[in-house]
C-alpha cells in the first residue's frame, strides 16, 4: 500500500514534469514567434526591392522599350534591383549561418594595418561621392592579431560603410587602433555624423532594426549590417562597443587578440637580448 510520503513524491514528479514541459512549450512558443518574425521581417525588405524592378520590366513591356534611352535608363535601374536583392539575400545567409552556429572560422594571423589599408581602397569611390575622407595614421607599425582575415574585413567595411552612410558630406572617417594591456588590440572607427540619439543605441545590434527606416533604405542599407559585426565579433570570443553622441557623431570599435605567434618571437626576441 502507497505511504503518504510515497504520495507525495509523486505529485512532487508529476509536478516537476508539469513545469518542464510548460517550459518546453513556452521555449517552443518563443521559436515559433522568433521564426515568425524573421521570416516577416525577410519578405518585407525583399518586397520593396522587388516591387521596383517589376515596375520597370512592366513599363517596358508596355511600350517604354521602344525608346532606346529609356531602355537603357530602366534596365539600368531593374538591374541595381536586382544588385540590391542579391545584398540582401547574402546579408541574409551570413546571419542565418552565424545565428546557427555553421559558420566556421579560420583563425590564423594578419596584419590589421594592412587589411584597413585594403578597405580603404575599396571604399575610396563609395567616401569620395560624399567627399568623406578615410583616414588613418600612415605611420602605424604592423598591427598582428589572430582572427579569421575575410570575416573581420567585413566587419571593418560594415563599419566604415556605416560611417559614410550616416556620416555627413565633406565630413571625416578615422580609424585608430590601440595596444591594451591585455594583450588585445581595440580598432576604433570614429565619424562625425549624424549620431544616434540614446534611446536607440541598446537596439542597434539587433537585426533589422534601423533608426531611421527610410534614410536607411536609401542608402542601400538592410539593417543587418551591424548584427552580423556583432555576430562575427562574439564568434571570436571578443567584444564590440558604441559610443555616440546625436549631432556630434560615433564611435564603433571591437577588440581582437594581438597574435599569438607574434608575442611568442616578441618573447624570444627579448629572451636572446
Ligand atoms: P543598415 O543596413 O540600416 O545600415 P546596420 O545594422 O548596419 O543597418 O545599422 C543599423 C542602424 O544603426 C542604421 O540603420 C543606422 O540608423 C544606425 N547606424 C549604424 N551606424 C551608424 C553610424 N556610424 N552613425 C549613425 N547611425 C548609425
Same mark, same amino acid.
Given at each position: 500500500?502507497?505511504?503518504?510520503?510515497?504520495?507525495?513524491?509523486?505529485?512532487?514528479?508529476?509536478?516537476?514534469?508539469?513545469?518542464?514541459?510548460? =517550459?518546453?512549450?513556452?521555449?517552443?512558443?518563443?521559436?515559433?514567434?522568433?521564426?515568425?518574425?524573421? /521570416?516577416?521581417?525577410?519578405?518585407?525588405?525583399?518586397?520593396?526591392?522587388? $516591387?521596383?524592378?517589376?515596375?520597370?520590366?512592366?513599363?517596358?513591356?508596355?511600350?517604354?522599350?521602344?525608346?532606346?534611352?529609356?531602355?537603357?535608363?530602366?534596365?539600368?535601374?531593374?538591374?541595381?534591383?536586382?544588385?540590391?536583392?542579391?545584398?540582401?539575400?547574402?546579408?541574409?545567409?551570413?546571419?542565418?549561418?552565424?545565428?546557427?552556429?555553421?559558420?566556421?572560422?579560420?583563425?590564423?594571423? $594578419?596584419?590589421?594595418?594592412?587589411?584597413? !589599408?585594403?578597405?580603404?581602397?575599396? =571604399?575610396?569611390?563609395?567616401?569620395?561621392?560624399?567627399?568623406?575622407?578615410?583616414?588613418?595614421?600612415?605611420?602605424?607599425?604592423?598591427?598582428?592579431?589572430?582572427?579569421?582575415?575575410?570575416?573581420?574585413?567585413?566587419?571593418?567595411?560594415?563599419?566604415?560603410?556605416?560611417?559614410?552612410?550616416?556620416?555627413?558630406?565633406?565630413?571625416?572617417?578615422?580609424?585608430?587602433?590601440?595596444?591594451?594591456?591585455?594583450?588585445?588590440?581595440?580598432?576604433?572607427?570614429?565619424?562625425?555624423? !549624424?549620431?544616434?540619439?540614446?534611446?536607440? /543605441?541598446?537596439?542597434? $545590434? !539587433?537585426?533589422?532594426?534601423?533608426?531611421?527606416?527610410?534614410?536607411?533604405?536609401?542608402?542601400?542599407?538592410?539593417?543587418?549590417?551591424?548584427?552580423?559585426?556583432?555576430?562575427?565579433?562574439?564568434?571570436?570570443?571578443?567584444?564590440?562597443?558604441?559610443?555616440?553622441?546625436?549631432?556630434?557623431?560615433?564611435?564603433?570599435? $571591437?577588440?581582437?587578440?594581438?597574435?599569438?605567434?607574434? =608575442?611568442?618571437?616578441?618573447?624570444?626576441?627579448?629572451?636572446?637580448?
Amino acid at each position: 500500500p502507497r505511504t503518504t510520503s510515497d504520495m507525495k513524491t509523486l505529485t512532487e514528479e508529476v509536478e516537476r514534469f508539469a513545469k518542464g514541459k510548460k =517550459l518546453e512549450i513556452e521555449t517552443l512558443k518563443v521559436r515559433e514567434n522568433y521564426r515568425k518574425e524573421f /521570416i516577416g521581417n525577410v519578405s518585407h525588405e525583399l518586397k520593396t526591392p522587388l $516591387f521596383t524592378v517589376q515596375g520597370y520590366i512592366l513599363t517596358l513591356l508596355d511600350g517604354a522599350i521602344k525608346d532606346k534611352k529609356v531602355r537603357k535608363k530602366y534596365l539600368n535601374r531593374a538591374s541595381k534591383g536586382v544588385d540590391r536583392l542579391i545584398y540582401i539575400v547574402k546579408d541574409l545567409d551570413m546571419i542565418t549561418k552565424l545565428e546557427t552556429g555553421d559558420l566556421d572560422l579560420y583563425i590564423e594571423p $594578419f596584419n590589421l594595418v594592412e587589411l584597413v !589599408e585594403g578597405v580603404f581602397e575599396l =571604399l575610396e569611390m563609395k567616401s569620395a561621392k560624399k567627399e568623406i575622407s578615410l583616414n588613418f595614421d600612415k605611420e602605424y607599425a604592423p598591427i598582428y592579431v589572430d582572427g579569421d582575415k575575410e570575416r573581420i574585413q567585413q566587419v571593418v567595411t560594415n563599419l566604415i560603410v556605416n560611417s559614410i552612410k550616416y556620416g555627413k558630406k565633406g565630413g571625416t572617417t578615422e580609424i585608430s587602433f590601440e595596444e591594451l594591456e591585455n594583450s588585445k588590440i581595440i580598432l576604433r572607427v570614429n565619424d562625425n555624423g !549624424e549620431g544616434i540619439e540614446k534611446e536607440h /543605441i541598446p537596439r542597434l $545590434f !539587433e537585426r533589422f532594426f534601423r533608426v531611421d527606416k527610410t534614410g536607411s533604405r536609401r542608402e542601400g542599407g538592410s539593417g543587418l549590417g551591424l548584427s552580423i559585426v556583432k555576430h562575427i565579433i562574439e564568434a571570436h570570443n571578443e567584444q564590440i562597443f558604441v559610443d555616440s553622441v546625436y549631432g556630434i557623431g560615433s564611435e564603433f570599435s $571591437f577588440t581582437l587578440p594581438k597574435s599569438q605567434e607574434i =608575442l611568442e618571437e616578441e618573447t624570444d626576441a627579448s629572451l636572446l637580448n
